[in-house]
């Protein structure tokens, strides 16, 4: 059974750092592509950055350029998103999704997707 799970959210100040932690467990993920995405209230969940498990090769949606990184732990099966720079905009339930595809955009590109984390930026 694939399971991921999605830790490390909070309440950081505006300017301040996070990160987020994405276990994965249940099969073997090395030919698979891990991603992050959020989703603020009212709004449609967002792409940010996926990394092709086997390569490391990554990709960031503008959103999260710059100031978010993507990066994964091999030894430890687990996907990280650092958060730099945090600001209220950023606000959101922030979601690790894992798909057999070379890589997607759209929620309806992963197949497993972990549980969210809240993340909260105070001004």
């Known amino acids: 059974q694939v399971q991921l799970v999605d830790s490390g959210g909070g309440l950081v100040q505006a300017g301040g750092s996070l990160r987020l932690s994405c276990a994965a467990s249940?099969?073997?993920?090395?030919?698979?592509?891990m991603a992050w995405f959020r989703q603020a209230p009212g709004k449609a969940r967002e792409f940010l950055a996926a990394?092709?498990?086997?390569?490391?090769?990554?990709v960031y949606a503008d959103s999260g350029k710059g100031r978010f990184t993507i990066s994964r732990d091999n030894a430890k099966n687990t996907v990280y998103l650092q958060m730099n720079s945090l600001q209220p905009e950023d606000t959101a339930v922030y979601y690790c999704?894992?798909?057999?595809?070379?890589?997607?955009?759209?929620?309806?590109?992963?197949?497993?997707w972990g549980q969210g984390t809240q993340v909260t930026v105070s001004s």
């Open positions: 249940g099969r073997t993920f090395s030919s698979y592509t």
């Open positions: 999704a894992a798909t057999s595809r070379e890589l997607g955009y759209s929620r309806y590109d992963y197949e497993y």
């Open positions: 990394i092709r498990w086997s390569s490391g090769g990554t």
